[in-house]
């Protein structure tokens, strides 16, 4: 214990460093469990939309959606989002939610502003289309 103290007198720094980290990553974790969003796997999703009638909203551009995207799933863009232009997804505020994006990092952002803006049951899919598509889940190609 006595090193302990000495390193950490010898390096305040370095100390301090690892200090904001775990500090971080606690608030991180905080905030994340007390986020009314939860994040579901490709399964969980699968389960969604066949027992509850879940929409899937992918926020990717247009393009990287023409390319492929999970069936039956709306193409909506983080932008659009944003705006508030929701389309045809303003009447599923009470339908469950599931948000793609490519990794799952944006759809993050997405799915908070969706719940802002009064949809109850919002979920990200954990990995995105990455995700999806590594696990030789089906998608369709548009023209």
Not at 37 to 55: F, G, L, P, W
Request: proline share 3%.
């Amino acid at each position: 214990m006595t090193q302990f103290i000495e390193f950490l007198g010898n390096h305040p720094i370095m100390a301090s460093a690892w200090v904001i980290l775990f500090v971080l990553l606690v608030a991180s974790y905080v905030n994340g469990a007390m986020s009314g969003i939860k994040m579901v796997n490709s399964h969980q999703m699968t389960m969604m939309v066949n027992r509850e009638n879940a929409v899937v909203v992918d926020i990717r551009k247009p393009v990287d959606f023409n390319n492929g995207h999970i069936t039956d799933s709306i193409n909506l863009p983080l932008e659009k989002i944003n705006k508030e232009q929701l389309g045809a997804l303003e009447k599923q505020k009470k339908s469950p939610i599931v948000v793609v994006c490519n990794a799952g990092i944006s759809a993050k952002t997405a799915a908070r502003v969706l719940s802002k803006q009064g949809f109850e049951n919002v979920s990200v899919l954990t990995g995105g289309m990455q995700t999806w598509t590594s696990a030789n889940l089906p998608v369709i190609k548009s023209k």
